[in-house]
T-cell receptor, first 111, second 114 residues
Framework: GENVEQHPSTLSVQEGDSAVIKCTYSDSASNYFPWYKQELGKRPQLIIDIRSNVGEKKDQRIAVTLNKTAKHFSLHITETQPEDSAVYFCAAKGSARQLTFGSGTQLTVLP | KAGVTQTPRYLIKTRGQQVTLSCSPI?????VSWYQQTPGQGLQFLFEYFSETQRNKGNFPGRFSGRQFSNSRSEMNVSTLELGDSALYLCASSLEGTGTYEQYFGPGTRLTVT
């Protein structure tokens, strides 16, 4: 089945700096790649997603890139703010038609 | 539009008991997926229901089961509870039309097995 690996597991950045989280997937048939943000004690929230027919997507300070050949995708957050501190999960939807999640990245934005 | 809701929010059960959790999807969403979230294992897929049929199942023992009703509400049941079943159980709903894959999560049910 699908395997999604996510790195790093923890990431600390200074406020205003950029943060990058990377994920790799194993199923070459995967066609949908969402990113979720989960604040402590809250539900995961969909923040951005990308389909396999698109290489990059941007929404204000957040962008996602996809490299289908290398089977990896990344989340980029620019001009980080303290409220960006949370756990971020990547996921991939493969031939099994279910979302497989990465193990999560704890992002801490230091003031 | 109201979001995904789950009841109860917190539950404490004893080993060997069974438990039923409920999920009400966003109005119009026909797919409901269930996940188990633990600190060590992350978010793991349990099963997905679509139009009252189980469409997909993860790698969990048969003690974990579910169903979906005609109004798309879903329940999951865990029988013969074990200590390791302590987790946050999340459901997510999706419109599941052509090309629509976005899943929206409920707040979760925190299950503690003692």
């Amino acid at each position: 089945g699908e395997n999604v690996e996510q790195h790093p597991s923890t990431l600390s950045v200074q406020e205003g700096d950029s943060a990058v989280i990377k994920c790799t997937y194993s199923d070459s048939a995967s066609n949908y790649f969402p990113w979720y943000k989960q604040e402590l004690g809250k539900r995961p929230q969909l923040i951005i997603d990308i389909r396999s027919n698109v290489g990059e997507k941007k929404d204000q300070r957040i962008a996602v890139t996809l490299n289908k050949t290398a089977k990896h995708f990344s989340l980029h957050i620019t001009e980080t703010q303290p409220e960006d501190s949370a756990v971020y999960f990547c996921a991939a939807k493969g031939s099994a038609r279910q979302l497989t999640f990465g193990s999560g990245t704890q992002l801490t934005v230091l003031p | 539009k109201a979001g995904v809701t789950q009841t109860p929010r917190y539950l404490i059960k004893t080993r060997g008991q069974q438990v039923t959790l409920s999920c009400s999807p966003i109005s119009g969403h026909r797919s409901v997926s269930w996940y188990q979230q633990t600190p060590g294992q992350g978010l793991q897929f349990l099963f997905e229901y679509f139009s009252e049929t189980q469409r997909n199942k993860g790698n969990f023992p048969g003690r974990f089961s579910g169903r979906q009703f005609s109004n798309s509400r879903s329940e999951m049941n865990v029988s013969t509870l074990e200590l390791g079943d302590s987790a946050l159980y999340l459901c997510a709903s999706s419109l599941e039309g052509t090309g629509t894959y976005e899943q929206y999560f409920g707040p979760g049910t925190r299950l503690t097995v003692t």
